[in-house]
């Protein structure tokens, strides 16, 4: 059967003469890994250049016994490539990424994980666009990303107080939204980074 995703690529690499592997994440698919043959060659009409925290339109079949996909066809939907404009943020997507590739398991949904890091990419790529007001830190991203992977896979425990359960509802939903992140003292960021931290070191997930 004939799959349609879209796609983020998390990371490349050289494959048989012309082809490329890529990795990443698909909001129906989790982890990806798809072959893009002749995605080398500037000139291939078929695909476009696939290149790091590009989202695609991807085609595959999915009844394959591998999880190692053949693209049949990859569309450009919309490109991050601002984020190589600031070396921090390319170093902060680029950690957010190997830990998606880390954790993510593959053939299973991520949308809410798949959302969030897009919108996390967006404000990367075009920091200009965002007032103070609205701005997201670095320090912000990463709990967003590590609050909506723990909550979407079950492994965000309730808080202690009603309160708390809605900042964390709150917080989840600011980032599949890419809207306003729910207040709250900005110390106690950090202090959430490092609870966020200790959950993943309990699960056993890699940083």
């Not at 494959?15 to 798809?34: K, N, T, V």
């Not at 950690?95 to 949308?111: D, I, V, W, Y």
């Not at 969030?116 to 912000?140: C, G, H, K, N, V």
Request: with cysteine; charged share 25%.
């Amino acid at each position: 059967m004939i799959a349609s995703t879209t796609f983020i690529v998390l990371d490349k690499r050289p494959y048989r003469e012309s082809a490329l592997l890529l990795r990443g994440i698909s909001p129906d698919y989790g982890r990806l890994s798809l072959v893009a043959h002749g995605a080398q060659a500037v000139s291939e009409k078929k695909f476009p250049c696939a290149d790091l925290f590009r989202e695609l339109e991807t085609e595959f079949r999915d009844d394959e016994k591998s999880t190692l996909f053949t693209a049949g066809k990859l569309e450009l939907v919309t490109d991050f490539d601002g984020i190589g404009n600031v070396p921090l943020h390319f170093k902060m997507a680029s950690r957010m990424g190997s830990f998606l590739l880390k954790n993510l398991t593959e053939n299973l949904a991520q949308p809410y994980t798949y959302d969030t890091f897009r919108s996390i990419l967006s404000r990367l790529a075009d920091p200009e666009l965002q007032t103070p007001e609205d701005r997201w830190s670095l320090e912000q991203c990463s709990v967003l990303l590590k609050t909506t992977f723990l909550y979407e896979n079950g492994l965000l425990p309730e808080g202690r107080t009603p309160q708390q359960n809605e900042f964390l509802e709150n917080l989840v939903a600011a980032g599949i939204e890419n809207s306003l992140l729910p207040e709250c003292a900005p110390k106690y960021w950090g202090s959430l980074n490092q609870w966020l931290n200790s959950l993943i070191d309990f699960h056993q997930l890699q940083r």
